[in-house]
Structures are given as C-alpha cells and as structure tokens.
C-alpha cells in the first residue's frame, strides 16, 4: 500500500481478539467451521465484520445483536446474480431466505452451532459453487 494516510485493514483475529460479545467463544467456532469448509475460502473484515471469501466474498457474520448472531450468505457487494432456492440443499432448514441472493443463519448459543455445524458446511460448499 503506498498511500501511508491509509490504515492497514484490521485482521479477523484481532477484530475477535478484541470483540466483547457473549457469544464470542461461538463465534470462533464458527470462523473456524467457514475456513475448514472448503481450502479456497479466506477471511476479511468487510462491513466492520468477519467477512469470508472465494472468489468474491459470500459469508459475513452479523453481531450486533447480543442475544444471538447471524451468519449472511451473500454473493458480494454489487451481485446482479442470485441463488435459486431448490439450487441449495437445506434439508434441515436452516436459511432464512432474504431475497433472491441472500440468505441467514441464526444462532443462539454455542451448543446451536454444534448442531447446525454438518449442514452448516454443506451449505457453505454448495453456496461457493454461486460466487
């Protein structure tokens, strides 16, 4: 980078390092989950938040609420393209449909991503084919 008045962008691991939320030890977990689901994803903070990505970002986790946290799929910032519902397998119906390129996950404590955890990354690699 050579424009010096410019702040290097904050890594994911200082960005939780320093996050005080009440699901923060979930929320490792979860940023552990994503980058293990597939070799090819890598992590950001974009939108003051974990941010995940392939070839254009996917996944951003949602964490202003305290009583639980989200995790968006998305198909990046300026996405003309969009997911056909019946193109990911949910079987245990776990997204939340936004609209017709993004989608949430809900979770509310640690003990619900564990269970969410098996469909979770089979979400997460059939969302990436889309990106």
């Given at each position: 980078m050579t424009?010096?008045?410019r702040k290097p962008a904050a890594t994911v691991e200082a960005f939780i390092s320093a996050l005080d939320h009440p699901h923060k030890d979930a929320i490792v977990a979860l940023r552990q989950l994503l980058l293990s689901a597939d070799p090819g994803i890598s992590e950001e903070v974009k939108w003051n938040a974990p941010s995940f990505r392939t070839s254009e970002h996917f996944a951003t986790m949602h964490l202003r609420g305290q009583d639980s946290f989200q995790l968006i799929f998305h198909l990046g910032a300026?996405?003309?393209r969009t997911v056909p519902k019946d193109a990911i397998a949910d079987p245990d119906k776990l997204l939340k449909w936004l609209g017709p390129d993004r989608a949430s996950v809900t979770f509310v404590a640690a003990a619900d991503?564990?269970?969410k955890s098996d469909a979770l990354v089979l979400i997460v690699r059939q969302w990436?084919?889309?990106v």
């Open positions: 424009d010096k008045s300026k996405s003309k991503l564990v269970d990436i084919k889309h």
